[in-house]
């Protein structure tokens, strides 16, 4: 069985190592990966600022870079960007009666990362050990759009020393929101601010998040936070995929 | 038509302010807070009856926007059976208009108003005065905004931003008032200060939640009782019904019931629930002796047949400004409309244009709480996005930004183009980044839209290898357990 792994263009350009981490745990659960060159980016901030004409060529190199007859299944890494392709693509495609079927098509056989592991594969316990406390962001995207609530935890609880610790408001959105980030600092900025303080208060030393773009905004928040003395100590932010590849 | 006030002021400007105001921050934070936790205690009691209620009031409300010449016919026969004075008025000007013509037929000179957004949309107030008649709100929120000369802040509770000293301050000042700012002093004082001014009164002018089509009834809801008081103690009454309030029967009303309270304020019901029946009939002693009723477009069926059709559902509940994570920060203020926050997002454009609102709409991250949380189950979300892709369509963006997305867009869709950028990218992030941290921070403000970003948060910079090498180079590890085929099931478990 052939999987077309989607990482997310931010892993791609920022963080390998969350990939690389994914990548790990999915080969040991015997996936058999492929990671077509041929695309970019789901494009979604062009669709969300209002450009949909300027997201149709990306969507479609998405589309044919990971509609293929060799491909069984398409995971994704990232739960916004599936939630872009399955849900926001039939938007784009919605005057290309071919695109839009391959989409939906697409569709059918795509997964979240953390989703396919409980859900697919019927795994939990992957082995991962990771001794410390840990808070986990409920990404928008992954807990709301895409329905997907207890898989991360499950996965989470199942990680040998690991003390989960949940903060407030775990599902409100950290600011991020594509180009809402640029074009609104200020709310965004404040939006961010209150998300690690919720953060700060669970005492945990590691936010985990199954969203990469919501890791770079919120780790960007605390990074600032730290130098400007609101926050007195490092927290680390992680991808899930790289609570479960650790063997620590 | 008064939807948009301090359009002087750019949305940033009005957001900068509502951040520097402590208190009113302050105050949006921990109404919200208390909203949700008492709305979330209630559907959670409800289990999946939640769901279906909500699905339910989606279904009614779809009908009657399906067939809204019939309903709308309907309820006006059916008012007018009751004794109501039907008015058409398809826009602001003619509400306006037709309000005028009821004082001038009755010489009237006073009006005790509850608290209705219809006549804060059409600027009735402010109309009304100029004529030179005395308008007094009624409702403990409205009093204090007029009395303050202050805007709404929210659609339900629109005098959020006041705390009880504040309101001491202005019932001092513009009411001859005498005491503390315990609140209980000041809703006694309230009570008195009104009740000459419910007698005096010419005319009682209120909203409407629902407008009851079988029965011909409008129907309030309220917590102080003051609507009841308009409702009756004036001879004349003037009722706004909104064409997007109308709601089939007694029973869908009863679903409207259970979802609006619960939504709004996180209560069972409200203290005041009036389904009314036209004015007194001769054999009774209490009520208006003359009632009408302006049924109001104003722009609400532009949407029809479009995109935007679903917020013909909107029951002006507030769940959604409740919830909204932005909303919370920059108060209704921020917005700069009568209607803010996510529904506000979503209607505002659709009753002024896109030419007259500015930044609006992009102020949202698009988190879809609120869809979440509507009770009419309206994918606000979707309609906000909706209406960005319309401005772009339209070409109304501002053209200072389309080489931006031009840019992304060919980085996106040519990987040849994209890798060139990584690489050239990459060491010239690196070169104005903090090296310590492997991000840009806030000496990196200077640097065109970045600084959007680093204006308050710190930036990772691009990696030196891209993860699309690696995984091309790597050896798959062996599989720790053989993976079995087609052993899932449907994705996402909510
Ligand atoms: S959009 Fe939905 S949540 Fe918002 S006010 Fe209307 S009914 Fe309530």
Known sequence: ?248 | MNVLYHNDVTLRERVAECLQDDFKHKAIETAQEVFYAKRGALVEEMGEGWQELRLRATEIRNHVTENLDYYVKLFAENAEANGYIMHYAPTDQDALADVIDIFEKHQAQTTVKSKSMMTEEVGLNEVLEEAGYTVVETDCAECILQKAESKPSHIVVPALHFDRDAICDIFTEKCGYEGTSVPEELTHFLRRYLRPEFLNADIGIRGCNFAVAATGSPTLITNEGNGRMVDSVPKVQIIFVGIDRIVPDLQSLDVMEALVPRSAVGSKMTAYFSVDSGPAHADEVDGPVEAHIILMDNGRSRILKTEFEPMFRCMRCGACLNICPVYRHITGHGYGSIYPGPMGVVMTPNLVGYDEIDTMVFACSLCGACSDHCPATIPLHDLIRAHRIEIVDEGKNHSNEVPVFKLLRKMWSDVGFYKFAMSAGGPMMRLFADSSKGALTVNSTWMPVVKGWTSTRDFDVLSKDRFRTWFKNHKPLAAETPVQENQGTEGGDA
């Open chain 1, 1 to 248: 069985m052939k999987i077309a792994f989607f990482p997310g263009c931010m892993v791609d350009m920022i963080y390998p190592e969350i990939g690389i981490a994914a990548v790990n745990v999915l080969e040991r659960l015997g996936c058999d990966l492929e990671y077509p060159d041929e695309q970019v980016c789901c494009g979604q901030g062009l669709l969300n600022s209002g450009y949909r004409d300027f997201n149709y060529p990306v969507a479609k190199m998405v589309i044919d870079a990971y509609d293929r007859p060799e491909y069984d299944l398409f995971v994704s890494l990232t739960g916004s960007c599936m939630n872009a392709i399955i849900n926001d693509y039939p938007i784009i495609f919605k005057d290309d009666p071919v695109y839009l079927e391959r989409t939906k098509k697409l569709a059918e056989r795509s997964y979240e990362f953390t989703d396919f592991i409980v859900n697919y594969l019927g795994k939990t316990d992957l082995g991962a050990s990771f001794h410390d406390t840990v808070t986990y962001h409920k990404s928008c995207h992954v807990t709301r759009l895409l329905g997907i609530k207890e898989p991360p935890l499950k996965l989470l609880e199942a990680v040998d020393g690991l003390q989960y610790i949940e903060m407030e408001h775990a599902d409100r959105c950290c600011g991020f929101g594509g180009t809402f980030s640029f074009k609104q600092p200020e709310i965004a900025g404040e939006m961010v601010y209150e998300k690690c303080q919720t953060i700060i208060d669970t005492g945990a030393n590691v936010l985990v998040g199954a969203d990469v773009p919501c890791l770079l905004n919120i780790k960007g928040g605390l990074s600032r936070m730290r130098s400007d003395g609101r926050l007195d100590r490092d927290i680390r932010v992680m991808h899930i995929a790289q609570i479960l590849d650790a063997r620590e």
